[in-house]
């Protein structure tokens, strides 16, 4: 794989996980002392993380339909 698309796909997995990790902060300040300003926040980088998940998903399709996903 080239370096532009496993930089991609890294990426992606790195941010993936990061929206599963941020899920479980903010159910944990939603049910542990309910901090309004801790849910604000996990729900505002959860927000990001996954608005990259989806810029990644994009790019990765348009490499593969264009054929330099290799």
Not at 21 to 46: F, G, I, P
Request: with cysteine; proline share 1%; hydrophobic share 40%.
């Amino acid at each position: 794989m080239d370096n532009p698309n496993f930089d991609l796909v890294e990426e992606l997995a790195k941010k993936a996980s990061s929206v599963w990790r941020l899920d479980q902060y903010l159910n944990d300040a939603k049910s542990t002392n309910n901090c309004q300003h801790c849910v604000e926040l996990w729900q505002k980088m959860k927000e990001l993380d996954t608005q990259a998940v989806d810029m990644l998903q994009k790019e990765i399709v348009m490499h593969v339909q264009s054929g330099v996903f290799k």
